[in-house]
């Protein structure tokens, strides 16, 4: 099996956990707050990562591998704190934002990422392309079919606070595959969680009151955020992604949003309109066809 092939089919299992934890998110929240729910999950992939990452680095020196990098090397913390914070921040909007929109809403609208990363290059000194424009013209379209109700179009807090948690999910997206090449992955996302957790925790006893309780109440749905959502998909992220072009691990991710509708219908019976259904498809479609080819041009 090829690198790149391997590399894509580590970004599908990704997406598939990712889809599928909007759904555990939600439910979580029906017994902690967003913060405790967030800091409780990726503090405990912090604690499932950081075994991992000793062991890999053990057996590399034991079969006298290079090891490029020391576990708390101050350059490697640095990079995967600043992953971290974007990742903790984006993680906020999209966690709060769900307790006013539905599951398969936030999918879509976090998939947004896909046409906001362009954008972004245009302070790089890049220019988009038209057909990346159409795309904007469409996803926005798209959006407009996806917040109709019966009484008109209407924007829930929760879909606003999606579109910021999809601004930051592109900052973290760009991090990781600028500062994350020459570092082990596993290190490199035990370090980015405990970043994102810890600061989480400040923010849960600042704004809210953590019980054992509650945490205990929710514990089924951080077991699989935390070790599958962050400490599996977000490791297996940053090891796809050095292995498969950038074009097409962005089209591969963006299959997450199709997994969390999916999931939000089968285990939260959160079922579609037909007006959302359009608008899931129109931006599934924007997100898509801006993958194809060039996305900026320089």
Not at 46 to 64: D, E, G, N, S, T
Not at 255 to 263: Q, Y
Not at 267 to 277: M, V
Request: glycine fraction near 10%; aromatic fraction near 10%; charged fraction near 10%.
């Amino acid at each position: 099996m090829s690198k790149q092939l391997r590399g894509s089919l580590i970004l599908l299992v990704a997406s598939v956990i990712w889809g599928f934890a909007f759904v555990a998110q939600s439910e979580g929240m029906n017994s902690v707050g967003p913060f405790t729910f967030q800091a409780s999950r990726m503090l405990l992939a912090f604690l499932v990562l950081l075994p991992a990452a000793a062991v890999i680095q053990a057996v590399r020196k034991k079969r006298k591998r290079t090891v490029p990098h020391r576990f708390l090397e101050p350059k490697l913390v640095l990079s995967a704190a600043i992953s971290g914070a974007f990742l903790f921040i984006a993680s906020t909007f999209q966690q709060i934002g769900l307790l006013y929109t539905s599951v398969g809403h936030a999918g879509f609208l976090t998939a947004l990422y896909l046409l906001i990363i362009p954008i972004l290059g245009l302070f790089f000194g890049k220019k988009v392309t038209a057909r990346i424009w159409v795309c904007i013209g469409l996803a926005l379209v798209g959006l407009w079919f996806l917040c109709m109700t019966g009484e008109g179009f209407s924007m829930s807090l929760g879909d606003c606070l999606m579109l910021g948690a999809a601004l930051f999910f592109s900052f973290q997206i760009m991090s990781v595959e600028i500062l994350s090449k020459q570092y082990d992955g596993v290190q490199y996302s035990a370090i980015q969680m405990l970043t994102a957790g810890l600061l989480s925790l400040i923010c849960a006893f600042v704004f809210e009151t953590p019980t054992v309780e509650g945490i205990g109440a929710a514990a089924l749905p951080i077991a699989y955020a935390g070790i599958m959502s962050c400490g599996v998909a977000y490791t297996f992220q940053i090891v796809g992604q050095k292995h498969t072009q950038p074009t097409v691990a962005s089209i591969i991710m963006s299959l997450e949003s199709v997994f969390a509708v999916l999931g939000g219908a089968l285990l939260l019976s959160q079922i579609p309109s037909a007006f959302e259904i359009i608008g899931c498809v129109l931006m599934f479609a924007a997100t898509i066809i801006s993958q194809l080819g060039g996305d900026i041009d320089g």
